[in-house]
């Protein structure tokens, strides 16, 4: 079965270091979300993005966040200068259309120290 | 605003027993409401959505809007049901599937 799949699996960084987390959806998804987990909390809705643009961001998700498609496989969330705050366990989804269940893959946990 | 609440941050019964995870949700609209469950070190899967009106693995939930619930439940216990549960909201219609999770529920299973 297809899976969605998150690189790398940990990844720690020094504050104020930019980061990239990466994610291949499935191949024939067309929708793409990324969610996070502070240790301890809940999982949080971060960004969704369809047709190679955002459609709906949260409040966590300010200017030091952005996303890409830069092909037609790979899904890539940039933190352009970490914050303590920003550890967390991030995780991507895709569906294939609209109302689809989710898929997500295993997460990348990023530490920042 | 909406919230979804799962009270019991652990949940521990014995094999064969019945399992109940609950979940609360606050939401203005008509909602759709989910179960996802994650293994240990496997990614979060989906169990069950309530309008699929399905029994997954056993389980089963269903939606009371007059109390604003959707409980999971399971007769009967198994081992391999060790995990960690989340309940999970989305607004029916909306241009995504945003989802709004719970804090989630780890369920043990003793033997």
């Known amino acids: 079965e297809p899976e969605v799949t998150q690189t790398p699996s940990h990844q720690v960084t020094q504050m104020g270091q930019e980061v990239i987390l990466r994610c291949v959806p499935i191949?024939?998804?067309?929708?793409f979300y990324w969610y996070r987990q502070i240790l301890g909390q809940k999982v949080e809705f971060l960004v969704s993005f369809y047709n190679n643009e955002i459609s709906e961001k949260s409040e966590i998700f300010d200017d030091q966040f952005s996303v890409e498609r830069p092909d037609g496989s790979n899904f890539t969330l940039k933190i352009r200068s970490t914050k303590l705050e920003d550890s967390a366990m991030y995780f991507c989804?895709?569906?294939?259309?609209?109302?689809?269940?989710?898929?997500f893959g295993n997460g990348t946990r990023l530490t920042v120290t | 605003a909406q919230r979804v609440t799962q009270p019991e941050k652990l949940l521990s019964v014995f094999k064969g027993a019945p399992v109940e995870l609950k979940c609360n949700y606050s939401?203005?609209?008509?909602?759709?409401l989910f179960w996802y469950v994650q293994y240990s070190r496997q990614r979060l899967q989906l169990l069950l959505r309530h309008i699929s009106r399905e029994s997954i693995k056993g389980f089963t939930a269903d939606l009371n809007k007059g109390e604003t619930s959707f409980h999971l439940k399971k007769p009967f216990a198994q081992e391999e049901d060790s995990a960690m549960y989340y309940c999970a909201l989305k607004n029916s219609g909306g241009s995504n599937y945003k989802l709004t999770f719970g804090k989630g529920t780890l369920l043990t299973v003793n033997p």
């Open positions: 939401y203005s609209g008509s909602p759709e």
């Open positions: 191949s024939n998804h067309l929708y």
């Open positions: 989804a895709s569906g294939t259309y609209l109302n689809s269940p989710l898929h």
